[in-house]
């Protein structure tokens, strides 16, 4: 299945929704209408049942360059808030990932700056070739990251690190980040789909439900206190018991079997 947009590739094959950001020629660069388009697939990915993982990738030279900077030099506060009210920043896109109940993979190649970057930092997984670059350089241009850069990449990698990175805009290789944690995989640029396709393969093997379960409770951590953190997840994994996947789970391994998920 594929739909028609005019800034991104939206397709769906084999239980996983593909969002390719197709504005080479500006670099992917995160302009309103490629926003809303996003926007639009990422939702209808997470309320399709059908669809057990959603990946984003870029076509051309990079992942994104980041945000419009042609349509920044012009605009005034009124015309980012009425902006954020119509389709919001990166965050907006952010919190749809979020709350998405399926995994949600960033496949980077290229370019990873900017809101561009902090779209890939909202995702669940991140898979980088070994080309790819990433950075916060909104300062180069008298801003800071406005699509959450500022609170999720202290969390990511800590305080000090972000710091560094948001204070001098530098460009940081995907190397880099894969030591500090922020990226799962760096693989050769050639096998960078290879890479994604063998994680999908893996994450169709669990229970769709358990998935969704362990994203939520993991959500949580990063905003409850430990105390509160425990109970939250005591109240997940009892839920669980009642779902036809952890009976089939149960017996799958006393059978000594695959197991058959249903997604219930």
């Known amino acids: 299945m594929s739909s028609t947009f005019n800034r991104i590739i939206y397709e769906k094959k084999d239980s996983v929704a593909w969002i390719t950001l197709n504005n080479p020629e500006r670099y992917n660069a995160l302009d309103l209408e490629m926003r809303r388009e996003i926007k639009q697939a990422l939702e209808d990915a997470s309320k399709d049942s059908s669809i057990l993982a959603i ?107 972000a710091k560094e990175f948001i204070f001098t805009g530098e460009k940081i290789p995907a190397k880099e980040m894969e030591r500090m944690g922020l990226v799962n995989k760096v693989v050769p640029a050639d096998k960078l789909m290879d890479a994604v396709n063998e994680f999908i393969a893996k994450i169709k093997e669990k229970s769709p439900i358990a998935l969704a379960a362990a994203k939520e409770a993991i959500n949580a951590s990063l905003e409850l206190g430990l105390t509160d953190g425990f109970k939250y997840e005591a109240q997940i994994f009892a839920q669980l018991f009642s779902t036809e996947d952890q009976k089939e789970g149960a017996r799958a391994f006393l059978e000594k079997r695959k197991p058959v998920w249903k997604g219930k």
């Open 55 to 161: 990946v984003i990738k870029g076509s051309g030279k990079a992942f994104s360059a980041g945000g419009d900077i042609r349509a920044m030099a012009e605009m005034k506060p009124l015309d980012v808030l009425n902006m954020a009210k119509e389709v919001g920043t990166a965050l907006v896109l952010s919190e749809i990932i979020r709350s998405a109940p399926k995994p949600v993979i960033a496949a980077v190649h290229g370019y990873c700056l900017g809101a561009g970057f902090e779209l890939a930092q909202a995702c669940d997984i991140i898979i980088a070739s070994e080309d790819a670059v990433f950075g916060q350089p909104e300062i180069n241009i008298g801003l800071i990251p406005g699509g959450g850069g500022t609170q999720r990449l202290p969390r990511l990698i800590g305080e000090k690190k």
